[in-house]
């Protein structure tokens, strides 16, 4: 895979499944337009595999949404560059779609509710005089914000306390209709999911309804009539999200446990909650083993089927989907059955009456629509086709061991010959996400210019038990840099690998590692490309969106400990030629992360160069402008290229 080849990239998101009809949204990179385009895909569920059918044509449609009575699709469509993901509505069986519901920021996905008529949202809304709703007023023009809270601005989102999150709800069938809304602003609200009589709705939304200094949040009920208020019904041990309401009354959802701002690096479970409306709030209790499971909440919400619930789990580098048996307290990972993603990514999945599909990514793919047919998996899609006739190179599973005993666990991508090849050792960001048997573009790219490219899952990482994920609490750049160097080696003893020939790269967490190992472990490598790092966790305190609270969780409260922690107390070690890399709208690690570590390193005699990407946040590899994600990899090949050969 070339740079270019980032066109080729097409990648379904979610699925909507009723009988026979199975949805999803695919979409791609226009280099040529340096945009986004998506469409929604009708799956056809024959008894061989036939070509999937475009169903919509606009230029960024998503998130569809079949109604119970399977008569028609939700989804968002994106029309016009600067364009907002509005609401729209068309039958299944095809025709034209109609615009439902507009608002100045757009909307989020739709829900519908049990009467096939009537669908929830979330949307953004703005104050009065902000964001473009006074006519004639700038964004530089606008009042000043005043701020009286941690949590007032997100990365990739922007500033959130000058426009809330709101729920809504919109008769879809009604020509007339306007969407009524529920919630007046005072705080955000999000996951909404109808009672099963439809006359309520449920919401995630901070605890006591502050929504401004806890990491806490709980479950409100609300009538879906406008007729009431926020009404606190689940009471959470920490964190919730993705409430799904069952026909006995009870509410599923996905949650962990934690106490203050110590909420990193914990296992997200299902849990399971009495629903009383109108009574007194309830709490839920853990269904899965809070050490050997890791519900992948990104990846859907919880689906109860025959026999029990639908969850994705995180697995040593796979997000498997697995069923949590009907009757479980505290189920361990091994009494969950495994159904997809054992050597792969479960990215979405859906379920309806004995049918399950989902969007698994695997080495080769971005994602492939999968259906299980009497527990044997049918590939239906071959969105990858052009992307492997482009060329992929092979991945292969490694592990070492670290100097403490531990195992290490991770992956090799190879580049095409013998070798030996000059080598890569790229750290992911988090640092409680994980490599694993997905596609990874990066890797790719990397491999097809020569690189052997060495990907570790070291301690600190997500999917080896939540212990695992704990071991760097209060000692980042310990352990865990014991382990990606352990793999490094485990790697360098193949005679395909070169160790005389090493560069170091990450992004985030990953730039953090990059920065340390360059200071601690110089000799090693000819070269460290350090991309959107944490490089000082004191600074990262006061500037980060996360910082208030992150910082302390993972370091710990003395500066002088976080000082220990940071990469740019180090940087006076640091002799190797050093690439530190950044967006110049990031928020998650803010800007001044790159240039005092830029500025300490070029004090210091280093061959140090800074590459700022204009526009971006820190979502840059995976979300950033086409041609910026293009440039950069360009960028990426030409220094090690110089560096490396």
Known sequence: MRPDDLA????????????????????????????????????????TPEAPQRLTFGERDSAPRVSPDGAWVAFLRVAGAGGKPQLHVMPTTGGEARLVAELPLGADVPVWAPDSRRIAFVAKVPDEGRYGSAAGVSAAQEAPRRITGFRYRIDNVGFTSDRRTRLFVVDALDFDAEPVQLTDGTVDVASPAWTQDGTHLLVVADRDLDSWDTLHNDLYSIPADGSGELALVVRSCGAVESPVVLPDGDVLYYGFDFEGVHAVARNTGLFRAPLRIGGEPTTGRRLTDAETVDCESGSGAPIPVAGGVLVVVRVRGANELRLVPDGAEAATLDEL??????????????????????????????????????????????????????????????????????????????????GPHPVLLNVHGGPFRYYGWGFFDEAQVYAAAGYAVVLPNPRGSAGYGEKHGRAIIGAMGTVDADDVMALLDAALERADCDADRVGVMGGSYGGFMASWLAAHHGERFKGAWSERAVNAWDSFTGSSDIGWYFA??????????????????????????????????????????????????????????????????????RSGQPLHRKQRFDAVLEWWGRHLG
Do not use: M
Request: with cysteine; glycine share 8%; proline share 7%.
């Open 552 to 621: 302390e969780a993972y370091c710990g409260a003395d500066p002088e400990a976080q000082r220990r922690q940071s990469p740019l107390y180090h940087a006076d070690k640091v002799t190797i030629p050093f690439a530190v890399v950044h967006s110049e709208e990031d928020w998650r690690c803010p800007i001044e992360q790159a240039q005092r570590q830029f500025v300490a390193l070029r004090r210091n005699g280093v061959d140090a160069e800074f590459l700022l990407f204009p526009g971006e946040g820190h979502e840059l590899t």
């Open 337 to 418: 059955k495994p159904l997809l993603g054992e050597r792969g990514s479960v990215n979405a999945f859906a379920a309806d009456g004995d049918r399950i599909a989902a969007v698994v990514s695997t080495v080769d793919s971005p994602g492939e629509v999968v259906t299980l047919e009497a527990e044997n998996p049918v590939v239906r899609t071959d969105f990858a086709a052009d992307l492997r006739a482009a060329g992929l190179r092979e991945t292969v599973e490694i592990t070492g061991t670290a100097p403490d005993g531990y195992p290490v666990h991770g992956w090799l991508v190879l580049p095409e010959g013998e």
């Open 8 to 47: 080729l990239l097409h990648t379904p998101g979610t699925l909507a499944l009723h009988g026979d009809l199975l949805l999803t949204d695919v979409s791609r990179l226009d280099l040529a337009a340096n945009t986004y385009r998506a469409a929604l895909w009708r799956i056809p569920l024959t008894d």
